[in-house]
């Protein structure tokens, strides 16, 4: 079945550091890509997108790009901030428009 | 514009209680689904509604219900509650026609089960 796989955390870097997070796909046909961040006490928001492969999401510094060779939809950003300290989830909408997360990544960024 | 919205935010129930939960999409959107997003976790896909029909179900058992109503608000119950339906439960709008489709979600509703 459809799932997503992505890398477990918690991760911490120093302010101004590269951010990776890695994230994997399985599913039938092509799906559609996302990013949702989840500040604390708060529901899921979007944070890029991507609808088809090669194409590459981008957001408020992040980036993800979709690569089908691969099945895999990895977030980075070149230089973090504190306030982007949050979790992060990978997801992916199969066929009949339901959604599937990854566990999700807690990312603590450090000043 | 008004975003979904969900209530109540905060709940506490004890084993074998009834809980309903309700989730106003935003304005325009004919599609809402429902999350359940235990601590540490990533959410899990309960159910989706479209136009007033279930359009998907997860691994949930029967005592998970819901419906959609005219307006396209929505109820999710669970009955029999147990120990581990304790959660935080996400109602999510979209509209399925638009490309990317994402899904927009609600703050939740944290549901404590005693």
């Known amino acids: 079945g459809d799932s997503v796989t992505q890398m477990e955390g918690p991760v911490t870097l120093s302010e101004e550091a590269f951010l990776t997070i890695n994230c994997t796909y399985t599913?039938?046909?092509?799906?559609?890509l996302f990013w949702y961040v989840q500040y604390p006490g708060e529901g899921l928001q979007l944070l890029l997108k991507a609808t088809k492969a090669d194409d590459k999401g981008s957001n408020k510094g992040f980036e993800a790009t979709y690569r089908k060779e691969t099945t895999s939809f990895h977030l980075e950003k070149g230089s973090v901030q504190v306030s982007d300290s949050a979790v992060y989830f990978c997801a992916l909408r199969a066929a009949g428009n339901q959604f599937y997360f990854g566990t999700g990544t807690s990312l603590t960024v450090i000043p | 514009d008004a975003g979904v919205t969900q209530s109540p935010t905060h709940l506490i129930k004890t084993r074998g209680q009834h809980v309903t939960l309700r989730c106003s999409p935003i304005?325009?959107?004919?599609?809402v689904s429902w999350y359940q997003q235990v601590l540490g976790q990533g959410p899990q896909f309960i159910f989706q509604?479209?136009?007033?029909?279930?359009?998907g179900r997860g691994n949930f058992p029967d005592r998970f219900s819901a419906r959609q109503f005219p307006n396209y608000s929505s109820e999710l119950n669970v009955n029999a509650l147990l120990l581990g339906d304790s959660a935080l439960y996400l109602c999510?709008?979209?509209?399925?026609?638009?490309?990317?489709?994402?899904?927009?979600f609600g703050e939740g509703s944290r549901l404590t089960v005693l």
């Open positions: 304005s325009g959107h004919k599609s």
């Open positions: 999510a709008s979209s509209n399925p026609g638009l490309a990317g489709g994402e899904l927009f």
């Open positions: 509604y479209y136009e007033k029909e279930e359009r």
């Open positions: 599913a039938t046909g092509y799906p559609s």
